[in-house]
């Protein structure tokens, strides 16, 4: 089973940027879809952005314009790139890797918080 580890979450000023990685102890080549999902407390986990093993990517409304995702097969890694970032911003992230009909997996989690 491949293991996902999140990194690069942190205390930001609004306005500010963080890159969140997630590395996989495997391959994520095979990986038909790989995603970023929050959830802030008290509400549910909620997907940010998603990249297809072909390199379309899909964004949440409310990041859009401001917060990029990308892999890098070859370090087996993708990142989230999180620019001009708002209060609202502020919950645990999660990696998550799909390999349809093979393997659902996520991370454990990454804190983000964007606070003055």
Do not use: H
């Not at 609004?14 to 929050?38: E, Q, V």
């Not at 008290?42 to 093993?53: C, F, T």
């Not at 890694?77 to 919950?91: F, G, I, R, W």
């Amino acid at each position: 089973q491949v293991q996902l580890v999140e990194s690069g979450g942190g205390l930001v000023q609004p306005g500010g940027s963080l890159r969140l990685s997630c590395a996989a102890s495997g391959s994520i080549f095979d990986m038909n879809a790989m995603g970023w999902y929050r959830q802030a407390p008290g509400k549910e986990r909620e997907l940010v952005a998603s990249i297809s093993s072909g390199g379309s990517t899909n964004y949440a409304d409310s990041v859009k314009g401001r917060f990029t995702i990308s892999r890098d097969n070859a370090k087996n890694t993708v990142y989230l790139q999180m620019n001009s970032l708002k209060p609202e911003d502020t919950a645990v992230y999660y990696c998550r890797g799909v390999i349809y009909g093979r393997y659902d997996g996520w991370g454990q989690g990454t804190q983000v918080t964007v606070s003055s």
